[in-house]
C-alpha cells in the first residue's frame, strides 16, 4: 500500500451537477498531482500543488479545480458535469528533491455522470 | 500524434516467458523514464524510474531507455500470474512534474 488514501470510492452524479473528491497524501509529501484516466486509457494530467498553491496545469477546463491543505489533504473540485467526465480519478502525491519526485498513487474515485 | 504511444495489447504469454513491453515518445525534451503496474480497480504502482538513457534492473524487471531513438523497454523475465496487469509507461522531463503516460499495455500471463 502506498499510504495515499482517495474518498469516496465510486460517485454517480448527473450532468450540470458539482463533485468533490478527496485526496489524503503520505505523511511528509509537500506535492500533490491530479489525474484522470478514462476507461482503457492512461492517466492524464489534470494539475499539481506544491505547498498549497497550484504549481501547474495539464489541458482541463477552469471548471477542473483543486486545493491542497498543510494537513497533506486535498480536493479535486468539478462543477457543471458533463458526461465525458466519467472516469478513474488518481490523487498521487510525492516529496519533490531537487527536480527528481517518486510519484505514489491512491486507488482513486471512480467517477459516473449520467 | 500522441506524445507517449503504446500497444494497448492485450498481450497473452504463458508463465515463464519473457515479456517485453514498449513505448515510444516524440518530445526529446523527457529525461525521466517511468513503468508503472496497475491491477484492476486499482490506482497505478511504481515499478521502475530511469533517468536518461541506459538500463536499470530490478529482480525480474529491466527498464531500458533508448533517448536516439526515442523507444524506452520493460522486460519481465520467468513471468508469473501474478505479473497479469496494466503496464503504463511514463515519462517528464523535470523528474514527476506534468508526467505523459502511455494508454497501457493489458498483459495476461498464463499458468
Known amino acids: 500500500e502506498t499510504g495515499v488514501t482517495q474518498s469516496p470510492t465510486h460517485l454517480i452524479k448527473t450532468r450540470g451537477q458539482q463533485v468533490t473528491l478527496r485526496c489524503s497524501s503520505q505523511?511528509?509529501?509537500?506535492?500533490v498531482s491530479w489525474y484522470q484516466q478514462a476507461l482503457g486509457q492512461g492517466p492524464q494530467f489534470i494539475f499539481q500543488?506544491?505547498?498549497?498553491?497550484?504549481?501547474g496545469r495539464g489541458n482541463f477546463p477552469p471548471r477542473f479545480s483543486g486545493l491542497q491543505f498543510p494537513n497533506y489533504s486535498s480536493e479535486l473540485n468539478v462543477n457543471a458535469l458533463e458526461l465525458d467526465d466519467s472516469a478513474l480519478y488518481l490523487c498521487?502525491?510525492?516529496?519533490?528533491?531537487?527536480?527528481?519526485?517518486?510519484?505514489?498513487f491512491g486507488p482513486g474515485t471512480r467517477l459516473t455522470v449520467l | 500524434q500522441k506524445e507517449v504511444e503504446q500497444d494497448p495489447g492485450p498481450l497473452s504469454v504463458p508463465e515463464g516467458a519473457i515479456v517485453s513491453l514498449n513505448c515510444t515518445y516524440s518530445?526529446?525534451?523527457?529525461?525521466?523514464f517511468m513503468w508503472y503496474r496497475q491491477y484492476s480497480r486499482k490506482g497505478p504502482e511504481l515499478l521502475m524510474y530511469?533517468?536518461?538513457?541506459g538500463n536499470k534492473e530490478d529482480g525480474r524487471f529491466t527498464a531500458q531507455v533508448d533517448k536516439s531513438s526515442k523507444y524506452i523497454s520493460l522486460f519481465i523475465r520467468d513471468s508469473q500470474p501474478s505479473d497479469s496487469a496494466t503496464y503504463l509507461c511514463?515519462?517528464?522531463?523535470?523528474?514527476?512534474?506534468?508526467?505523459?503516460f502511455g494508454a497501457g499495455t493489458r498483459l495476461f500471463v498464463k499458468a
Open positions: 498521487a502525491s510525492s516529496v519533490i528533491q531537487g527536480n527528481t519526485d517518486t510519484q505514489y
Open positions: 500543488y506544491y505547498r498549497e498553491e497550484e504549481n
Open positions: 505523511s511528509g509529501h509537500n506535492t
Open positions: 530511469t533517468y536518461s538513457s
Open positions: 518530445n526529446s525534451a523527457f529525461q525521466y
Open positions: 511514463a515519462m517528464s522531463d523535470t523528474g514527476g512534474f506534468k508526467t505523459i
